[in-house]
């Protein structure tokens, strides 16, 4: 049986406060593991305590108890870290620092060797869509290209696992439609994907499961399609279908003893509409 | 141990450029520069004091500044990396935390060097233009003087002029500069502001000079309190004595620095430099973010 | 490892290292500042002084004496003199130039003043040789390696005391340290045959100096060589200078 790629054990977290206050307590006895290759949705309302799960499995603060297996190994090893990448949430990055500077500066940190570090810049460059802004500055970037130089700069060094805090922030939906066909892309190739967003559409688009936390607490988890399916009801789309063939349908239920629900025109969604209209318009 | 020395080059190197890009940078240098230049006019005033006021001035204000530049820079960088949450994309790579600090500390140092070289450049040039002019003011009032006496006039001139001890001095001062930047990154490790770092290290600044005074009372005077006693102690324990790298009155008053004292100085900015880093790396290592 | 425990393991190291290292490293310094000086030079002055401008606000103190000599302000110009040889001790020409302005300035004036009687006028003026002499005195206690101030002591008992056996000896200590005058053992030497009952001693210093070659027979020399044979009544067939 392979290794869970992430595994989080029984983790608690308690913020001591000072003057002795009542103290805060983020994360609640969590369990959970990602397998590898899979992509993970970790959802909850602000204060729930994803951005405490995540640095915990980054290792960037320390379970009060419990512990944290990265492929079976424990995560307070730093050199853990070699096989995860990145993106904060709202991540800045050094502005004085060109786009490509940046990503030669995390491929040092993150050990990359120097032979393979200019191809490798300039293949991700390409594929955030940055090559032309490789040489000016982040202080002149704007936010959606702040967000994909942290992409790139997060999958630098081939991660195994990617962990994206809020990653389509501040993105247009073109920008954030290639973001998500990125991850697809990326889990192809193996690479687990540990994803935090408050955009519930995109996380049911691209996750493979779910969990959700609140109150520092795992309230959910599990497959999308069980997650979310009503169990006792079943949708059937019928395209060309006559009012007399819908009359019919509606009688033969009935009489089964089963009920319709609604009766309604499929929509599609304005995200797609949107861009429908600009890839037309473009044209 | 090489890529663990490229990661902490890479911080450094970051560190550097972000310091060197802050226009306060700019500011002092220009700062020390007019001051360092001003000695040369204030001299005038007081003719037969004309080198050592300018040695003075000229090393003073490398010393003021250097020290201010060394807290200032350090002061903000953790915060403003913990703030602009780019800690958070370096750490979260295979950094240790001890990589993350030394990247720092070695990138002000590279700093406070290039600073230290240009200031030193102007003021030995300074200087070695009113040992020129004092030169020649001294063979014009003994011109008509047997040739004994010139040359014994000029070997006094010359000796309290420009020489070895001096680029000591400047030495020393740039090891008392790094031992405030260990310092700083100790406090900063902990502190949650910039402002709280900058105050308590003027504050540490002032006691520092005054780490001798307070560790004799406390070693030979047994008359005081245990209060006060404690108080003492504490200061002789944690505050460096930044006194002792304060050469420059010695060695501008014509007193030589031996290579032993210096060897001593050297070994005792080291054992601050690394203590107080050690220290440093210990609390932050263990900081939440 | 519990954080305290690891911070204490540190100190428990770094302290010993740090307090054995810095008295390896203590020296004879300025030494340490009276309180009195805080009050002199103000708050600001004091804590630039702390802060390691010691030598900086001793250079803006002697030069603000000055101001003192130009207005024949004594009393200030010798506080002034006495700041700034307390925070700068190791700056020679700060005690020569006190020394100079109480024993040839200050003394001068007060002997010239028409407004006190020739007795008091005269005690004034002892009271600031004796002034000056004090500033060469401690100056050499806190700079026993130069001549400079040897010399200058040596020129104070020559020209202001008249005390020729002191001034005889301090030239002679200054002759003996790097950096002197070339002159210092002529002069000891000169000084020394002004000396009731040591004139012998001066001759034979005096001769010494001569045999040494053409460098050191110089008019002065030969003159009080001459004038030391005459007085020991030298037989003429050992007499150096006919």
């Known amino acids: 049986m392979t290794e869970p790629a992430i595994r989080v054990i029984h983790a608690t977290k308690i913020f001591p406060t000072p003057f002795r206050r009542r103290r805060i307590v983020a994360l609640q006895d969590l369990n959970l593991e990602i397998a590898p290759g899979e992509i993970y949705g970790l959802l909850g309302p602000n204060g729930s305590g994803k951005s405490t799960t995540l640095k915990i499995i980054l290792g960037l603060i320390g379970p009060t108890r419990g512990s944290v297996r990265i492929f079976g190994r424990d995560n307070s090893s730093v050199a853990v870290r070699r ?15 060109t786009g490509a500077e940046t990503l030669r500066f995390h491929a040092k940190l993150s050990g990359l060797p120097r032979r393979q570090t200019k191809s490798r810049v300039a293949e991700l460059l390409a594929t955030v869509g940055l090559a032309r802004a490789a040489d000016a500055r982040l202080g002149t970037y704007s936010k959606g290209m702040l967000q994909r130089i942290g ?11 990617l962990v994206l805090d809020e990653p389509t922030a501040a993105v247009d939906p073109a920008g954030s439609r290639d973001i998500q066909n990125l991850i697809v892309s990326l889990k192809k190739r193996g690479t687990t994907i540990l994803l935090s967003s408050h955009l519930l559409t995109q996380v049911q688009e691209v996750c493979d499961r779910v969990g959700i936390l609140h109150r520092g607490k795992l309230l959910r988890e599990g497959h999308l399609e069980d997650l979310l399916a009503i169990e006792n009801q079943t949708e059937l789309i019928v395209e060309n279908a006559t009012p007399d063939l819908l009359h019919r349908l509606e009688r033969e239920i009935a009489a ?18 949107f861009l429908k209209v600009t890839e037309t318009g473009d044209e | 141990m090489s890529s663990s020395l490229g990661r902490i080059g890479a911080i450094a190197r970051t ?19 007019v001051l360092i230049i001003s000695s040369s006019f204030l001299a005038r005033i007081s003719f037969q004091q004309e080198l050592q006021v300018t040695k003075d001035i000229g090393l003073g204000a490398i010393n003021f500044f250097l020290s201010m530049l060394a807290i200032v820079a350090t002061a903000q960088l953790l915060p403003r990396d913990l703030e602009d949450r ?9 950094v240790r935390r001890f990589e993350y600090m030394l990247g720092k500390f070695f990138g002000v140092l590279g700093l406070l060097i290039i600073s230290l070289v240009a200031m030193s450049i102007l003021c030995l040039a300074v200087i070695h233009l009113r040992e020129g002019a004092a030169v020649r003011e001294t063979m014009q009032q003994l011109a008509q003087s047997p040739s004994e006496e010139l040359d014994h006039a000029l070997v006094g001139v010359h000796q309290a002029g420009a020489n070895r001890d001096l680029v000591l001095a400047l030495l020393l001062t740039l090891t008392k500069a790094a031992v405030l930047i260990s310092l700083t990154l100790c406090i900063s490790s902990f502190a949650t502001s910039n402002i709280f770092t900058i105050t308590a290290m003027a504050m540490v600044y002032l006691v520092g000079h005054l780490e001798s005074i307070a560790r004799d009372f406390w070693l030979h005077q047994r008359a005081a309190g245990w209060l006060v006693r404690a108080f003492l102690a504490a200061v002789a324990f944690f505050f460096p004595d930044l006194q002792a790298f304060n050469l420059s009155d010695q060695i501008i008053a014509g007193g030589s620095l031996s290579n032993l004292m210096l060897l001593k100085l050297l070994g005792l900015g080291v054992i601050y430099i690394v203590g107080y880093l050690v220290i440093a790396i210990a609390i932050f290592s263990r900081r939440e973010l | 490892m519990k954080p305290v425990l690891a911070l204490i393991l540190i100190l428990a190291a770094f302290v010993p290292l740090k307090l054995k290292m810095e008295a390896a490293c203590d020296r004879i310094g300025p030494g340490a500042l009276s309180i009195d000086l805080r009050e002199q030079i103000g708050q600001a002055a004091f804590i630039a002084v702390l802060g390691g401008f010691r030598s900086v606000i001793a250079d803006l103190l002697f030069i603000d004496a000055y101001s003192g000599w130009e207005r024949t302000d004594w009393t200030y110009l010798l ?16 005690w020569e130039m ?16 028409d407004s006190k009687s020739p007795a008091a006028r005269r005690r004034l003026q002892h009271d600031y040789l004796e002034l000056g002499e004090d500033f060469l005195v401690r100056g050499i206690a806190h700079n026993p390696e130069k001549p400079q101030l040897y010399e200058a002591l040596a020129r104070l008992y020559r020209d202001k005391f008249h005390d ?24 000891s030497a000169y000084e020394l045959s002004y000396c009731e009952g040591r004139e012998r001693e001066a001759y034979d210093r005096l001769l010494t100096l001569y045999q040494r070659g053409e460098n050191q027979r110089l008019p002065r020399l030969l003159n009080q060589l001459r004038a030391m044979e005459e007085r020991l009544k030298i037989p003429a067939n050992e007499r150096v200078i006919p």
């Open chain 2, 86 to 94: 780019v800690i958070y994309s370096v750490l979260a790579k295979p």
């Open chain 3, 164 to 187: 020729h056996a002191r001034a005889a000896e301090n030239f002679e200590k200054a002759s003996r340290l790097p950096g002197h005058a070339s002159y210092d053992e002529r002069f």
């Open chain 1, 83 to 97: 096989d995860i990448g990145f993106l904060p949430e709202n991540a800045y990055f050094h502005k004085f620092l």
């Open chain 3, 79 to 94: 506080l002034r003199l006495r700041q700034a040889t307390e925070l700068q001790p190791r700056a020679i020409l700060f």
């Open chain 1, 256 to 273: 089964a003893n089963a009920r319709v629900v609604a009766r309604r025109k499929p929509q599609t969604s304005l995200e797609q509409l």
């Open chain 3, 98 to 113: 006190a020394g100079w302005h109480m024993a040839w300035n200050a003394g001068t004036a007060a002997l010239e003043d």
């Open chain 1, 151 to 161: 992409l790139a700069q997060a999958l630098i060094h081939y991660p195994k696992i």
């Open chain 2, 15 to 33: 560190t550097f450029i972000e310091l060197a890009r802050l226009r306060v940078f700019y500011v002092l240098v220009l700062f020390a520069l």
